[in-house]
């Protein structure tokens, strides 16, 4: 009988930062968002300089991780990085798309950065045309850089903390619980109270 193993993927590191560093770049950025798929709320990105001397232990892409997890690493990438985040508005999102949105969030979270960084690793398929240094996309981003990984972390814990905030104001739509992500119960909040001003307009079912 043969005998399987299971192989866990590879979790991400810090080896695309050092070969940069190694290049000359004094400080490499990690770029990533949250919240392009909800019905509701804003667009959030986060960009982060890792000391690469104090690397938080247990870094990984946001969604694989547990809430308490998160939100111990949250805090402990606040204190020992430098972050920036970018806030990008359900009105700005129907004005200019949602990959519009998220680009300029992505820019301006790395000019909101105390130090700029030399390069910027991003999470996905696109760079930003007006960052103010040199940019690479990576699919999977989070899961490869600890850098990405690390903002992923920033931009989902505080975008979860707005909506959760928000369900303090709209109380009827339940945001506290699916953070603005389109579920059966909030699908039916939305029938029977209508849009709030946190709704992306431009999204299906709530475009005209």
């Known amino acids: 009988m043969t005998a399987r193993m299971r192989v866990s993927p590879p979790a991400p590191d810090f080896s695309r930062e050092n070969a940069l560093i190694a290049r000359g770049c004094r400080a490499v950025a990690g770029v990533d968002e949250a919240g392009r798929g909800p019905l509701a709320g804003p667009v959030v990105v986060a960009a982060v300089i890792l000391d690469p001397n104090k690397i938080p232990q247990g870094l990984n892409d946001s969604k694989k991780l547990t809430a308490k997890k998160r939100d111990a690493l949250y805090e402990q990438i606040l204190t020992d990085a430098q972050c920036a985040i970018a806030v990008v508005s359900a009105a ?26 030399d390069h910027v690793l991003i999470d996905g398929r696109d760079v930003p045309p007006d960052l103010p240094c040199a940019g690479q996309a990576l699919i999977g981003g989070d899961g490869l850089s600890v850098s990405i990984a690390a ?10 903390r707005l909506m959760e905030h ?34 992306r307009l431009s999204f299906a079912p709530l475009k005209a």
């Open 92 to 117: 700005m999102i129907d004005q200019i798309n949602i990959r519009a949105a998220t680009l300029r969030g992505m820019r301006d979270a790395v000019l909101a950065l105390a130090e700029q960084p």
């Open 151 to 160: 903002a992923s972390i920033v931009a989902k814990v505080t975008r979860d």
């Open 166 to 199: 928000a369900s303090l104001a709209w109380p009827h739509y339940g945001f506290d619980q699916h953070k603005g992500y389109g579920t059966a119960a909030h699908l039916k909040a939305i029938a029977d109270h209508g849009p709030c001003p946190l709704h």
